[in-house]
Each structure stands twice: as C-alpha cells, then as structure tokens.
C-alpha cells in the first residue's frame, strides 16, 4: 500500500496540488514512513467557530476539487494495492477520509489534506459523500461532534456542490451515497476487527458503528429535502 500512495503524493506534486505532503520514502529500517510536515493546525473537535464556517467549508470543497482534478490521470498500475478496494467508475483517486480530523487549516481556511493511506481510485460522488458528511457535518441530532438543524445542513450541502462544481447527476445521488458511503464504513470496520486489528475492535466495542448507522438513517429520512436544496436553482 505504502508504495502506491508514496507514487500519488509524487503524482500530485507533480500535477502542481500543493495541499498534501510530499513523500520521502522510509526510513533504514523500512519501519516509518517520510513525509513532510504540513505547519497549520489539524481539524480535532471541538472545531473552532473559523473551522466551522462557510468560508472554511467553501475553501474545503475548492481542495477536493483540486485533488481530484490533480489525480484524475494517476497512472494505474496491476501492482497497485490500496487499503480500500477500488470503485468503478474510477474517475479519480478518493482520498477516503477527507475528513476535518485529516485536514490542515490555517487561519481557519483548510490547505491541505493530509493521512492518504485510504486513498484509492472511485467515482467523484464517492469522496464528496464523506466530505461532506464530515464538513457540513451531517450528523443526527445529538451527535458529540456537532450537528445543525435540518434545513441549515442542506444549505451548507449546497454550498459545498456549487464550490466544488458538482453536476446534476451527481446531486442527484449525493445525499443517498453520503448514507451508502458510511454502511461501507461500518463493513470495513467489521472486517478489519473481525481480521484481527485491535483498533477496529475497540471502535466497535465503543459503538461507533451505531453513530455511523444512525447517520446513514438520518441522511436518508432527508434525502428527498436536501436533494430539493441541491437543485433548487
């Protein structure tokens, strides 16, 4: 896996996208990764009132365009492993996680993704689905890491897909994939626990999964509301 992202991130380099790290290989051992560090500070919640704004959501959303449009002619190859299996149609290279908690800010604007080890090749929608879930945020009433009232969070959703520049087809879809991408979630969380890694186990035992669950029900009780916002012109 490592090898692959390590020849994205020279990939986006290469393409001019200046928000992810640069790659540097391993150390002697072949034990750490090299990575340059990103100064700014990284979205942990609580996120600050700059964090959460539309200016940082409109700067978040111009970022995953870039990234994407920057990976859009990544050259794939038969040996490529990523951790997340790839999604047809592959228009681009998903981050996976492009989530506040794997974003740089600074000045309360994010700049820069960064932790790629989900990244893999999928559909625009796909990527968006989480960001946005995460971004907006999405979440159900009652969530720790904040939530807003149901017409405010499909105002936010519209702000981010007119930044970004999604297309009809896709705003169409947008709100069902944020609840599909997050089942997803949950059955990689299942199979990574049940293969044995300990993290997993202990995000399962701590109910995670139910969160992502309750959102993925939240985000389609809204479905047919927040696809109207989408369109709405």
């Given at each position: 896996m490592t090898p692959t992202v390590h020849r994205l991130l020279d990939h986006l380099a290469a393409r001019g996208f200046a928000g992810a790290p640069r790659a540097h290989g391993l150390t002697e051992d072949g034990g750490r990764e090299i990575l340059d560090f990103v100064p700014g500070e990284v979205g942990h919640y609580p996120l600050s009132a700059a964090m959460r704004s539309d200016e940082a959501l409109r700067a978040a959303a111009t970022l995953l365009r870039a990234l994407h449009d920057a990976s859009a002619d990544f050259p794939r190859r038969p040996e490529d492993v990523w951790q997340l299996p790839p999604r047809e149609p592959a228009e681009v290279i998903c981050h996976g996680d492009a989530a506040t908690y794997n974003c740089v800010f600074r000045d309360g604007l994010p700049v820069a993704f960064i932790d790629f080890d989900t990244a893999h090749p999928g559909p625009r929608v796909w990527d968006v689905a989480y960001t946005v879930y995460r971004f907006v945020p999405l979440h159900a009433p009652g969530s720790d890491e904040g939530t807003l009232p149901p017409a405010e969070q499909g105002r936010r959703l519209r702000l981010f897909a007119d930044e970004y520049g999604l297309g009809p087809d896709e705003r169409a879809v947008l709100v069902r994939t944020v609840s599909d991408r997050l089942h997803a979630l949950v059955r990689f969380m299942n199979e990574r626990a049940a293969a044995g890694d300990a993290a997993f186990?202990?995000?399962?035992?701590?109910?995670?999964?139910?969160?992502?669950?309750?959102?993925?029900?939240?985000?389609?009780?809204?479905?047919d509301a927040w696809t109207a916002q989408l369109r709405d012109r």
């Open positions: 186990a202990r995000h399962l035992a701590d109910g995670h999964h139910r969160l992502y669950l309750a959102d993925a029900g939240y985000a389609l009780a809204h479905t």
